[in-house]
């Protein structure tokens, strides 16, 4: 068993519309150690979601597709599996709770034999009977009200937070799951769910030692569930580094615009919330030098004409022509 559960290397996904070609991920890599969780953060359109569904070969193949690299799930690259291989690791070895909730579920399936089968899948001994009254018990635990009646009924009777808390039930169940990539899973919720859920999450990776790959744009839950940060912008990893470290000592300008973005509770009603100036780039018009050039307070020279690359500096790994010079 390899000590890092996930290697992406130099991934590459792009897609092709009328306007052209978009490169939303745009040859990023980063690890996930086993029994760790990876959260990853970045403002709306960063390439997150394309980032987790890449990982599982889930883009759409009409409009998108990987266009390089390699993802290596326990040292078996993904993208060189067959499609009946792929199959048998999703859902089975990793889990995934879709950001868009009705994504992730059958339709056409109730939501009870939806999550007895996810049961059943992980424990081939358990008799049908046992794997329903073990499913009422997982929905209880996240939160949804009289779960007997919830399981008869079809994903559309349900609002959108009952389904991300099916959704999330259905990973949960799959206990022994290896890796579980969740894609903003409480954002839906209201915040006693969401603390009841990440505290079932903890669990699975503390009992079971399963690692986590956790994509969010809230600090709060980055703080309280993240051992390891990847900070993205426009398709490409600004910042990686460990939870601690990154909020303690933002090196990024990027990374540090963001943590203060984050409104305090010491801070008085009249103070302004500070922004980041500007917006994303467009991705098929990408600034020449370092991507963030347009929005940064450091930008001077070279920012405007090279791209940085990857500087490791007190434990951390950013991509930013300050640390050129400081690194060791
Ligand atoms: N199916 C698709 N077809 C065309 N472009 C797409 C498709 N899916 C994503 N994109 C583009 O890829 C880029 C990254 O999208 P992605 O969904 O990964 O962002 P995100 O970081 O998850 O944002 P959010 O925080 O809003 O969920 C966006 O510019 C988006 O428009
Ligand atoms: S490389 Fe330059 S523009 Fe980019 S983040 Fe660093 S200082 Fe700012
Ligand atoms: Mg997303």
Not at 222 to 248: H, I, N, P, R, W
Not at 318 to 324: I, L, N
Request: glycine content about 8%.
């Amino acid at each position: 068993m390899e000590d890092k559960v996930l290697e992406v290397k130099n991934l590459t996904t792009v897609f092709s519309g009328k306007t052209g070609t978009v490169t939303a991920v745009d040859g990023i890599s980063f690890s996930i150690d086993r029994g760790s969780c990876l959260c990853i953060v970045g403002e709306s359109g960063c390439g997150k979601s394309v980032t987790a569904l890449s990982i599982l070969r889930l883009i759409p193949r009409n409009s998108g597709e990987i266009a390089g690299g390699e993802i290596l799930f326990d040292g078996k690259n993904l993208l060189k599996m067959s499609p009946d291989e792929i199959r048998k690791i999703r859902g089975n070895r990793i889990s995934m709770i879709f950001q868009d909730s009705m994504t992730g579920l059958n339709p056409v399936m109730t939501v009870g034999k939806q999550v007895v089968e996810a049961i059943r899948i992980h424990d081939k001994d358990i008799t049908k009977e046992e794997a329903a009254e073990k499913a009422v018990k997982i929905l209880s635990d996240v939160g949804i009200p009289s779960p007997e009646l919830r399981m008869k009924e079809y994903p559309h009777q349900l609002s959108g937070g009952m389904r991300q808390r099916v959704m999330i039930a259905m990973a949960l169940s799959a206990g022994h799951n290896e890796l579980l990539i969740a894609d903003e899973p409480t954002t839906a919720l209201d915040v006693t769910i969401q603390a009841q859920i990440l505290s079932l999450m903890r669990k699975l990776k503390e009992e079971k030692g399963s690692s986590i790959m956790m994509i969010t744009h809230d600090m709060g839950v980055v703080a309280e569930m993240a051992d390891y940060v990847l900070v993205m912008y426009a398709g490409k990893e600004m910042e990686y580094a460990d939870v601690s470290s990154l909020f303690s000592n933002p090196l990024h300008p990027y990374t540090d615009g963001l943590l203060k973005s984050i409104p305090r509770l010491s801070q008085s009603s009249d103070e302004e919330l500070y922004t980041i100036h500007g917006n994303v780039p467009d991705l098929s018009h990408m600034p020449a030098g370092c991507r963030f050039s347009t929005r940064c307070p450091y930008a001077k020279g070279k920012c405007f004409e090279t791209e940085p690359p990857f500087f490791s500096v007190e434990g951390h790994h950013v991509r930013c022509w300050k640390y050129e010079e400081a690194e060791k």
